[in-house]
């Protein structure tokens, strides 16, 4: 049998150089990742069903709300006396996050003042441009589902501000 000895010489020098290299792969790594990702959203943007448990029904007793993520977007379920309502709570003016008041029966951005219906999502008053997103949502086995996005070419077009939410 013949044995080898390797003799390996690390220099500081080359250590540095390829410590300096993994941190610059490391970071195009990330740079190219964000890329992508803004050119292709995620399938999930594109309308397809994903059924996501919200919560149970007795947690979001009539007149109460709760904020969950949906499709990696900030949403908010409302128990209205009519029943179940969900929309994705990012503003559709600049962004912030809008939040249900019973009490006014408005969906509110606190932001710049926008109000919703918080029946369909549309616009009551202030600057927000269009609707807030509504999500398709079941009721069964005594909790709620959201489904899908109402319109997701609309939920596609307000991705930039929902990716920052
Ligand atoms: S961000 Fe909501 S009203 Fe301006």
């Not at 000895?5 to 290299?21: A, Q």
């Amino acid at each position: 049998m013949d044995d080898k000895i390797i003799n390996i010489t690390i220099t500081r020098r080359k250590l540095t150089e390829f410590l300096i290299g993994l941190v610059a792969l490391f970071f195009a790594g990330g740079a190219a990742a964000t890329v992508l990702k803004y050119l292709w959203p995620q399938a999930s943007n594109k309308g397809e069903s994903s059924e996501v448990k919200i919560a149970t029904v007795d947690e979001v007793p009539t007149g109460s709300s709760k904020k969950f993520m949906f499709n990696g977007k900030a949403s908010v379920l409302l128990h209205m006396p009519a029943g179940f309502r969900a929309f994705g709570s990012v503003c559709t003016h600049l962004g912030c996050i809008a939040y249900w008041k019973p009490d006014e029966n408005i969906i509110f951005c606190p932001c710049h003042l926008g109000k919703f219906d918080p029946n369909t999502g549309a616009v009551i008053s202030g600057p927000p441009p269009s609707p807030l997103p509504a999500i398709d949502i079941a009721v069964k086995d005594g909790a709620v589902y959201a489904l899908k996005w109402k319109d997701p070419d609309y939920v596609k077009s307000i991705s930039f501000y929902a990716g920052a939410a």
